[in-house]
């Protein structure tokens, strides 16, 4: 399975000054460590996270290096270690002018074996500046406790644990409704998805889902529109609820004021809005070949597509309060951003002009 190769933020932060193939990214990880110094929130820590690798995996030298030198996890290998240095055993790191520190730390109850990169520094040959001389000196004076990965390490590899479980669960979402419409199309019927809740361990039912399919013709064209009806969540889980929810929509539609909501039984919601035939063709694919899409896999709703008409008052008070408004069209949106060119609604230029006549 190979070694879960990992860089220690003190690492990353103090010892690899120089060098970085990336500036931003840097700072990137000197704003991470210093947010779960601070007690950060998980979510405050995961969007910082967004830019970076994950385990620590910087564009630098040395952890490029060690990167490659840990991709087998085999026992034949031969590793050099640190002369003198055996609890823990230290393996030595080389690149260019760069030198390192790696060991491999015992996780019960992980898959992978892990292995760390904890420090790094320049190499003078000969010279008590080199890494290794001080390195050793230090260890044997102080011991490894201060290079070995801390608690700052820990709350990381959380993280990166809840947003990954986050991540597959949203994709199994899109697969899901994707499959739901292929079946629904074919089998002219509705089909039912149950959805548990993401966090790690649990086994709690977040939704019921029901997805229903309607084709019409306009000519020469076939418009096929998406019914989701969704049942009402705890309240104490509406947000990532709400998280689900948007996931769906944006599978199959990603403009956010061409989907319209309507009341559900006992509080639940009926989401409605076409379906381009290209995410029709992606709902057969997966159907066949059970795997989602690459193109379809980061979709994101996009607010503030189209322009529409609204009448002047419910426009500023929408804006105002943050509610959604009607547009003349009959599409329901919260307004957030000018409109300014933005492509107008078809459907609303008609509305006004037969306002105007």
């Known amino acids: 399975m190979g070694f879960d190769r990992r860089v220690t933020l003190r690492c ?36 910082a996270m967004k830019s970076l690798h994950p385990g620590g995996r910087a564009d630098h030298p040395l952890v490029n290096s060690f990167i490659a030198a840990f991709a087998d996890d085999s026992s034949e290998i031969s590793r050099e270690g640190i002369s003198g240095l055996t609890d823990p055993m230290w393996w030595k790191q080389k690149s260019t002018r760069w030198r390192g520190a790696a060991t491999d730390v015992e996780c019960p109850g992980r898959e992978r074996r892990e292995v760390w990169l904890c420090a790094g520094g320049l190499r003078v040959a000969k010279d008590d500046r080199d890494f290794y001389a001080q390195f050793t000196q230090r260890l044997q004076r102080h011991g490894a406790g201060r290079y070995l990965p801390s608690e700052d390490d820990r709350r990381l590899q959380e993280v990166e644990a809840t947003v990954a479980s986050l991540e597959a669960w949203k994709a199994q979402l899109r697969l899901a409704v994707l499959i739901g419409v292929h079946e629904s199309l074919t089998r ?62 944006s599978t199959l539609n990603t403009a956010s004021d ?21 995410t029709v063709d992606a709902s057969r694919q997966c159907a066949d070949a059970g795997e989602l899409p690459e193109e379809i896999a980061n979709r994101t709703l996009l607010l503030g597509v189209t322009s529409h008409y609204v009448r002047k008052p419910s426009i500023v008070e929408g804006y105002i309060n943050g509610e959604p408004v009607p547009a003349l069209c009959g599409v329901w949106f919260v307004p957030t951003t000018a409109p300014d060119g933005l492509p107008e609604c078809a459907q609303c230029i008609d509305a006004h002009s037969t306002l105007r006549n």
């Open 258 to 278: 061409e989907w319209r909501v309507t009341p559900g039984a006992a509080d639940g919601q009926i989401w409605s809005a076409l379906v381009a035939p290209e």
């Open 12 to 47: 990353l932060c103090e010892d690899l000054n120089t060098d970085w193939g990336n500036h931003a990214e840097q700072q990137g990880f000197l704003n991470l460590r210093r947010l779960i110094l601070d007690g950060a929130s998980t979510s405050s820590i995961a969007e």
């Open 188 to 249: 002219q019927e509705s089909t039912m998805v149950h959805v548990a809740n993401p966090k790690v361990g649990s086994d709690e039912l977040l939704f019921h889902l029901t997805i229903d399919v309607g084709v019409a013709s306009d000519g020469s064209d076939q418009l096929v529109e998406a019914v989701l009806s969704f049942t009402a969540p705890e309240r104490e889980h509406q947000a990532v609820a709400n998280l689900g929810i948007d996931t769906l929509r």
